[in-house]
Each structure stands twice: as structure tokens, then as C-alpha cells.
């Protein structure tokens, strides 16, 4: 009887673990997206050139994130996306972590 019950609740307690760990990593990731965002949004801010931008951007951001720069007039804002993971993506209960961080240009004088 314990057998069987043991092979009913197996399962179960993989799938709890499976999602648990998919949940710390997708705070990890919301974390790395921040991160990376306010990275970004601070070489902008210093008028750093684009390419240098991105390179920072994406060597702080989690590995298969989207990036996007942006200045306009006086502000300058980075946006980082990146994926949930896929255990949460299966169940489709969450949506992928994403940051966005806005600078001031700093004034060349």
C-alpha cells in the first residue's frame, strides 16, 4: 500500500519542486533584468556610444534577453526582456521578466 501511494505522490512532489525553482529563477532573472537596466540606462545617460551600451547591457542581463535603447530629447532609456522559464511558460502563468530604467542625458558642459 505505501508503494502505491509513494508512486501517486512522486509525481506531485516533483512537479512542486520543478515549479519552485522555475519561480527562484525567474526572480533571479527579474533581478538580472534591473540590474542590467539601470547599467544601461547610466552609459546612456554619460553618452557613452550605443555599441558600448549593448555589450554592458547584455554581459549583465540574463543570457537570451532582449534589449532595447532609446533617447529622447533630454532622457535616455534602456529596456531589457528576457524569458521566463520554461517550466512557468508551459503552465502559462507568468509573464516574462522585463525592466526598463530611464536617465537624464547628462550636459556636455
Known amino acids: 500500500m505505501v508503494t502505491a ?6 509525481p506531485s512532489l516533483v512537479l512542486v519542486l520543478a515549479v519552485a525553482l522555475a519561480a527562484v529563477d525567474l526572480g533571479l532573472a527579474q533581478v538580472r533584468c534591473v540590474d542590467a537596466a539601470r ?11 550605443q555599441s558600448v551600451v549593448l555589450t ?7 543570457g537570451d534577453a532582449q534589449v532595447a535603447v532609446a533617447s529622447n ?15 512557468l511558460r508551459l503552465l502559462g ?7 526598463t530604467a530611464v536617465a537624464r542625458l547628462e550636459s556636455a558642459s
Not at 501511494?5 to 512522486?10: K, Q
Not at 547599467?39 to 556610444?49: F, S
Not at 554592458?56 to 540574463?62: C, D, E, I, T
Not at 502563468?93 to 525592466?99: F, Q, T
Open 5 to 10: 501511494e509513494l508512486a501517486v505522490a512522486l
Open 39 to 49: 547599467l544601461g540606462a547610466r552609459l546612456v545617460a554619460r553618452a557613452e556610444p
Open 56 to 62: 554592458a547591457v547584455r554581459r549583465a542581463a540574463p
Open 73 to 87: 530629447g533630454d532622457h535616455g532609456s534602456v529596456t531589457v526582456t528576457g524569458r521566463a522559464p520554461a517550466v
Open 93 to 99: 502563468v507568468v509573464d516574462p521578466p522585463r525592466a
